[in-house]
């Protein structure tokens, strides 16, 4: 399908999306919403693709909610239209790993978009941040909720409460990036991970994505009950028999995803 505000690529069993709105810092409007969706949905449904990474601009991965197309609305007609919970919901349900390719401002949310990838690869350049609180509002889409679990309280109380932006080198610090990289390399990266993530098998990538978010959905006890039933699980494909025989053969080995 074509795409107004983004730019799909396929190469090598990786799917990249851009954001591509740059003259508006790639701010989430809802077409744009909508097509990143789609985009999401479709690559989850296509054999060919088999990790995803989702970028933006060299200034901005995204600078927020479009504020322009918000600023005029009632409390009715955002309760109504519900947007930011459906879009939401569309993208953490995706089943394939999503990696995060962040240059420039994520902020408001730019930085809840990230934060539903499965992890961020930052560029030194990075700038996060949920300043909703300096537009008179609060994080919309788990800017309280998904930062406080990644960061602890204090920092996402501070983020939240005062608006500042936290840079590549303390977000790695707190852990809410997963590697800093130089700006021209973010997105080759990127890239470059989701094809180590490409060669695995599919069955055990998804099962490995579904298990650490299970982490910040559950108590303790459920989640290792969750992590134990997926390890069994995988014990009846094809990939385990395969993998290990590989091991124990010294030889690399060949996932069929079943
Ligand atoms: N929604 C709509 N438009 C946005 C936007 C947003 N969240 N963020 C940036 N833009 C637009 C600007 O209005 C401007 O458009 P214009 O050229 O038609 O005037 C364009 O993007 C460039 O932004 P500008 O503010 O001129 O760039 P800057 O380098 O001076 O500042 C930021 C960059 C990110 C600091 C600043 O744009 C900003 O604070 N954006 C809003 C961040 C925010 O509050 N996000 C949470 C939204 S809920």
New binding site residues.
Partial sequence: MAFQTLIVDIQDGVQLITLNRP???N?LNAELLAELCEALEEADANDKVRCIVISGSD??FA????????AGKSMVEMMTANLFARVTARITAIRKPIIAAVCG?A????CELAMMCDFIIASETAKFGQ??I??G?IAGMGGTQRLARFVGKAKAMDMNLTGRFMDAKEAEHCGLVSRIVPAKKVREEALAAAGKIAEKGRLAAQAAKQAVNSAFETPLAEGLAIERHLFHALFATDDQKEGMAAFIESREPQFRDR
Avoid: H
Avoid at 63 to 70: C, L, V
Avoid at 107 to 110: C, D, E, I
């Fill in positions: 003259e508006k810092l701010a200034k901005a600078a927020g909610a479009d504020i322009s197309e918000m401002y902020l408001g949310g730019g300043p909703e300096n537009l509002v």
